[in-house]
């Protein structure tokens, strides 16, 4: 179980989700109960993590069609 707050200021709601039984790291699109806003959601046993959807696309590559996430380089 991944355990936490949404990470929009104004809500800070409680979240509980249960973790992939898929090969870990995975990431996961899903709207907080509260709000109604995208959450997006990092499973992992090690470092779990949760990211406003603004502040998750600034960090990765989302290709909506195919699902497919991919961590942006740094900048230098």
């Known amino acids: 179980m991944i355990l936490g707050t949404c990470p929009y200021p ?4 409680f979240m509980a989700n249960p973790i992939a039984d898929l090969p870990l790291p995975q990431y996961e699109r ?3 109960e509260h709000c109604g806003r995208v959450v997006w959601l990092k499973h992992s046993r090690i470092d779990p993590e949760a990211w406003t959807d603004e502040d998750f696309r600034e960090a990765h590559d989302v290709d909506d069609e195919t699902k497919a996430v991919t961590p942006k380089e740094p900048s230098p």
């Open 30 to 32: 899903l709207r907080c």
């Open 10 to 13: 104004n809500c800070d709601q």
